[in-house]
């Protein structure tokens, strides 16, 4: 299932997607407490990806970002009067429905506290304006191309990014596929088959991240996550194929990677 949400807001940060996840959490709470803290109270998988498309009318600039009380740093912000795209697609109905309902109740959400996320020494919010389920497209042959929503994570057993044009990237693609379904509450068992890729049009891109523990653990502001962005043949049991299409490929899917779209 896949839902888009309309945000209205004046400023957005290039360093948005720890604050996406605070949305989907407090989302969560309001609708199902036991849930989100099924989901956020251990480390599992998280059956989900999002991607934030940006206004097409719109400037760029950069801005001091104070991500919080230790950290300042200065990056690109968007600023535009238009409407910003939160894309979200799940394989659990239940994550879905929880993150609707609760969407329901969440008029506006502090993208910024008092001392965190404060563009330019300003608070930020996000008005929620509207949000629609979509239709999504459907899966019947071991063979899809799809191109890449927000960047794919593939990292080996050392965090170390491994990119669409390495000979290893098929081997750690289906490693950690095949862990991905293996969990419960996405499938309960690993590939069907091996997964093939196929790259057609692929990139390398690099994004800025930043998550609360990882700051405590290096005393660093932001991490940068090497990714393969772009258009790419994916074949597969079409069973795997469909999950993939709906929770993201490769890892940190729950932190804004990995979505895809289908092309054809």
Request: cysteine-free; aromatic content about 10%; hydrophobic content about 40%.
């Amino acid at each position: 299932m896949r839902i888009k949400i309309l945000i209205k807001a004046n400023i957005i940060p290039f360093l948005y997607r720890h604050r996406v996840i605070s949305l989907i959490k407090e989302a969560l709470k309001k609708s199902d407490r036991d849930y989100k803290e099924f989901f956020y109270n251990q480390q599992i998988t998280k059956p989900f990806s999002f991607n934030l498309v940006f206004p097409k009318e719109k400037e760029i600039k950069k801005a001091l970002i104070q991500i919080d009380e230790k950290f300042t740093i200065e990056d690109k912000i968007i600023i535009s009067n238009g409407y910003s795209s939160l894309f979200i697609s799940s394989s659990d109905y239940r994550f879905i429905i929880a993150l609707f309902n609760g969407l329901k109740r969440l008029n506006t959400f502090n993208f910024s506290s008092e001392n965190s996320m404060l563009i330019n020494g300003k608070k930020i919010n996000w008005k929620i304006k509207k949000f629609v389920l979509l239709n999504e497209r459907p899966i019947t042959k071991n063979t899809v191309i799809f191109k890449t929503n927000s960047p794919i994570i593939v990292e080996d057993k050392d965090d170390k990014p491994v990119l669409f044009n390495e000979e290893r990237f098929e081997k750690e693609l289906n490693e950690i596929m095949d862990r991905i379904l293996k969990s419960p509450h996405i499938k309960g068992k690993g590939l069907e088959e091996p997964l093939k890729f196929e790259p057609i049009k692929m990139q390398k891109q690099v994004v800025k991240h930043t998550l609360k523990s990882f700051r405590e653990n290096t005393g660093k502001p932001v991490m940068y996550l090497t990714g393969s962005s772009g258009i790419f043949k994916l074949s597969g049991h079409p069973e795997d194929l469909k999950i993939l299409y709906k929770i993201g490929i490769g890892t940190k899917t729950g932190q804004g990677f990995g979505m895809v779209e289908v092309v054809s």
